[in-house]
């Protein structure tokens, strides 16, 4: 990584109170260059809280955009860090119509020359999109990476209309903790002990509308971009990763937006920005290929992004299978359009007699976490075990012929027969070493009830034999010769998909199944990127834990009980010391457990601790949630508790019970 000290401009830092037409102000901070003449703003709108959680990402990359003549904003969403008001429902229409008020606010600033970007990663990415498809008039551009255009499928709570566990359940926790959080009063003053009541009676569990719109309804469609593409004006710089669930929007926006407004850039990556060199890599110099991005929309220069593939993607070479592999072997490919002439569709039937599909509940163990966030244990470990609770089928890559190059979304059409009401299926791609290890490349699922549509729910016809299909995440990934392409088909997920009532498996017939692999064919790639670099880390020190580490991701079998148990680490324990004397602690466990053979004994645990405190102004609180799903035949069984302390005292405390009906789930 190379810090960058030297720019074209000496730049100014100022935290400001955006006002909003209601009265509300949401929390600021600007990076100008020091220039007579008026700039492009470039905006982040996310509820991260930029004085402490985020202030180290920001100090990476929006310093660099100023020293580069654009003014770079960071924003906190309404009732989220330092801003005014109240806490609303993720990504809900008061949050978005406050950002187009921010974009306009930002268009009026006489140092801003009426020109808007956007970008963010994750929720901020999403914003941006979402925003565009609102098309404030002084938004030219926008970079998103990691980001969703579908927030019930792709990115969301559920998958292939499947309830996820495991994400679902800890990211409800992890935003209940953060959203209990007060305002800063080294930043707001002695409003903050106005302003923490008010945000905490309106705190309620994310998790109770996930759960409480279990198809693709009407509030799912109200949230996503998948009927809106035609709104968006600006020109979109779509940015994932092969390890992020969100990298098939990527595939959509390239395909659904004008040919001359959009480009694609899928990595190895986790959900990070491509520049941090987390694994798996390798990084590229980002900053720059968005400078290059506002420059062409914002800064009015030909900066060659137009003359780029309009979809560039990193092909990954085969690997032996690793939880922290490092920087992969591959090579970087360019596509002129998606869907691409260089890619076509490649049937390959499957074989054998039928064979009945049973899965153990634990199945799903060895998946990895759905969103990898470049810590250890983030990739799925070798998949031999999963690959035994399930039914694989392998096609050889012959040893004296080409490998086998697959980029975009495989496909599976799968014969089922089932006889119960109620089922779901996952499928997975993996590589297959000559020694046996298996790789896993890419997976995807069904909720056997929404195989004509994710917004409905219907019963299998009991006994019926039926052809469902659905795709497989995307991936761009190279099978050598010699190698197996396995696909491995298992009736349960956990802790990923959340199990049914009834699941007992499916019989699964081979005649009339498939595998469709996008194969892409040989091209002269010459792709390359500039090295990573960012401005001057912020300076955050990380004390050394007292005690020792627990691992990132734990797997606990009682034998003789036949429970199985998952503990997860979220990666955000330990205390950070910031530069101005804040310290911030964050420490979060999350547990999975499941009887091998009792789909109603699947039961998902969280617990949050944050802690802010600034010893010169004698400012200490700390928040603690429990959050935990269980679940019977008819219902989703929730409870969640929040404690919020002031020092020693209990401030607020409040528990919500609810049971919400299974019916998609």
């Known amino acids: 990584m190379r810090i960058r000290t030297d720019f074209p ?8 109170r955006v006002p909003l037409a209601d009265g509300t102000r949401l929390y600021a901070r600007i990076w100008r260059p020091e220039t007579d003449r008026p700039v492009p703003a470039l905006l982040e709108y996310a509820p991260d809280r930029l004085t ?3 202030a180290a990402r920001d100090a990476q ?9 654009y003014a770079s904003v960071r924003v906190d969403v309404r009732g989220h860090g330092n801003s005014e008001g109240l806490p609303g429902e993720p990504h809900d229409a008061q949050e978005l119509a406050d950002g187009v008020a921010v974009v306009e606010w930002l268009a009026r600033r006489p140092w801003c020359d009426g020109g808007v970007g956007m970008f963010g990663i994750g929720w901020g990415g999403v914003n941006s999109l979402r925003i565009a498809a609102l098309a404030p008039e002084p938004l030219k551009a926008v970079v998103t990476v990691c980001s969703s255009d579908d927030l019930h499928d792709n990115d969301g709570p559920y998958l292939g209309g499947s309830v996820l566990a495991e994400d679902m359940h800890g990211r409800s926790a992890a935003l209940l903790a953060r959203t209990a959080l007060p305002p800063d009063p080294a930043h707001v003053g002695a409003e903050w002990r106005e302003m923490w009541p008010a945000r905490l009676a309106a705190l309620r569990p994310a998790l109770h509308t996930w759960l409480g719109h279990q198809t693709r309804d009407a509030h ?3 949230h996503g971009l998948r009927e809106e593409y035609g709104r968006i004006r600006a020109a979109v710089l779509a940015v994932g990763g092969w390890c992020d669930p969100g990298r098939d929007t990527v595939l959509r926006l390239v395909a659904e937006l004008a040919p001359d407004r959009v480009r694609g850039l899928i990595g190895p990556w986790a959900r990070q920005y491509p520049d941090r060199e987390l694994p798996p890599g390798p990084a590229i110099g980002f900053l720059q290929e968005s400078l290059r991005w506002w420059d062409q929309w914002l800064g009015g220069r030909e900066s060659g992004v137009l003359d780029e593939p309009r979809l560039r993607s990193w092909l990954t070479g085969s690997y032996r299978p690793a939880p922290r592999p490092g920087e992969l072997p591959g090579r970087w490919v360019g596509d002129p359009a998606w869907p691409s002439p260089h890619v076509a569709p490649v049937v390959h039937a499957l074989g054998g007699g039928p064979v009945r599909v049973g899965s153990p509940q634990h199945t799903g163990m060895d998946a990895g976490p759905f969103r990898p966030a470049g810590e250890d244990a983030d ?7 999963e690959d035994a609770y399930s039914a694989a089928f392998d096609f050889a890559v012959p040893h004296e012929g080409p490998p086998v190059e697959v980029l975009g979304r495989p496909e599976v059409t799968l014969r089922l027969r089932m006889d119960v009401p109620f089922g779901q299926v996952a499928a997975r791609l993996c590589d297959v070493a000559p020694d046996g290890s ?7 699922a069904l909720n056997l009830s929404a195989r004509e549509g994710a917004d409905r729910a219907d019963a299998w016809p009991l006994g019926a034999t039926l052809d469902v299909t659905f795709p497989l995440g995307g991936a761009g990934h190279c099978f050598p010769p010699g190698h197996r392409v396995r696909l491995a088909v298992s009736s349960a997920y956990w802790p990923w998909l959340w199990p049914q009532a009834d699941s007992v498996g499916f019989t699964l017939e081979p005649a009339g199944s498939s595998l469709t692999l996008p194969l892409r064919g040989p091209t002269r790639d010459a792709l390359a990127f500039a090295p990573p670099e960012q401005s001057a880390p912020l300076g955050v020190a990380a004390p050394e834990p007292l005690d020792e580490p627990r691992p990132r991701r734990l797997v606990v079998r009682d034998v003789a009980r036949g429970e199985w148990r998952l503990e997860v680490e979220p990666g955000y324990g330990g205390t950070r010391v910031h530069p101005d004397g804040l310290e911030h602690t964050e ?6 457990t499941v ?7 699947a039961r998902a645990r969280a617990h949050w601790t944050v802690r802010l405190h600034r010893p010169e102004l004698g400012w200490d609180v700390t928040v603690t949630t429990r959050s935990e799903i269980s679940c019977d035949t008819a219902d989703f069984i929730t409870s969640d508790e929040v404690v919020c302390r002031d020092g020693d005292e209990v401030v607020f405390h409040r528990t919500w019970e609810q049971r919400l009906p299974r019916t998609a789930g």
Request: proline share 6%; aromatic share 10%; charged share 25%.
């Open 9 to 16: 401009y000496a730049t100014t830092r100022a935290d400001v």
């Open 52 to 54: 402490d959680a985020s």
């Open 61 to 69: 990359r929006h310093p660099w955009y100023a020293g580069h003549g």
């Open 220 to 222: 799912w469609r109200s």
């Open 379 to 385: 990739l799925a470990p070798d998949q031999r075990a």
């Open 438 to 444: 298996s790789t896993l490349v890419t997976r995807g």
């Open 587 to 592: 420490e979060g466990h999350e547990t999975y």
């Open 595 to 601: 009887d091998e053979s009792d789909p109603l004994s």
